[in-house]
């Protein structure tokens, strides 16, 4: 079937604007995840959703980021106020389980200009 | 807090050689432990995985990869290399008893010589 699809796959905006990245994970994957990968560094988490549970979002760098999940489904990470260190690729992925591996969509490139 | 790290940035072998990338976790109990690879403009494929049990796991593309616990490592073996294998490779360590909330090393970049 399908994999992880994220939209768009490329985003240049300029700095101080607010961006909307989606997610589409697996159908009937509970679980839901965000990465960022900055140049040259490993992916750093940033939040977890599982089913109905509140999610995990201990790896948001600041209240600029935010994230929701509708009907445990499609997901969408916000970033107001979009500052340079903001670029990076932004990473979602899907589980079928808590203890399933991930599978991850292809990422969307985010510059801020 | 758990950590992983990957001691090399770079690596460059000729096709056909054996390849090793080291892992090191830092984690208090038993950990899942994972290696993806990262092909150029493709998203991340999990190549093996460690739960539990035989200590010396096999993955896709002829990958293979050794859980030793007194040495806190899982690196990742290939015993002949090629040229499609160059990419990036990431080792990740996730909690057991949890949910699957992965924390990645930095990373391996592998470049392969004709």
């Known amino acids: 079937g399908a994999g992880v699809s994220q939209s768009p796959s490329n985003k240049v905006t300029e700095k101080g604007k607010d961006v909307e990245l989606r997610c589409d994970p697996i159908?009937?994957?509970?679980?839901l995840y965000w990465y960022r990968q900055s140049l040259g560094q490993g992916l750093e988490f940033l939040i977890y959703?599982?089913?109905?549970?509140?999610?995990?979002k201990s790896g948001l760098p600041s209240d600029r980021f935010s994230a929701e999940r509708t009907g445990g489904s499609v997901s969408t990470l916000t970033i107001q106020r979009t500052q340079q260190e903001d670029s990076a690729v932004y990473l979602c992925?899907?589980?079928?389980?808590?203890?399933?591996?991930?599978?991850f969509g292809n990422g969307t490139r985010l510059t801020v200009t | 807090a758990q950590s992983v790290t990957q001691p090399d940035i770079h690596i460059t072998v000729s096709e056909g050689a054996s390849l090793e990338l080291r892992c090191n976790y830092s984690?208090?109990?038993?950990?899942?432990l994972f290696w993806y690879v990262q092909s150029p403009g493709q998203g991340l494929q999990l190549l093996l995985k460690?739960?539990?049990?035989?200590?010396l796991v096999q993955g896709i593309k002829g990958f293979e990869a050794e859980f030793k616990r007194s040495q806190s490592s899982f690196n990742l073996r290939k015993p002949s290399v090629h040229w499609s294998d160059a990419a990036e490779y990431f080792c990740?360590?996730?909690?057991?008893?949890?949910?699957?909330?992965?924390?990645f090393g930095a990373g391996t970049r592998l470049a392969v010589h004709p």
């Open positions: 992925a899907s589980s079928s389980r808590p203890d399933s591996p991930l599978h």
């Open positions: 159908s009937g994957h509970t679980a």
């Open positions: 959703f599982q089913g109905n549970s509140a999610p995990d």
């Open positions: 984690y208090g109990a038993t950990p899942y």
């Open positions: 460690y739960f539990s049990g035989d200590t």
């Open positions: 990740a360590v996730g909690a057991t008893g949890g949910y699957n909330k992965l924390i």
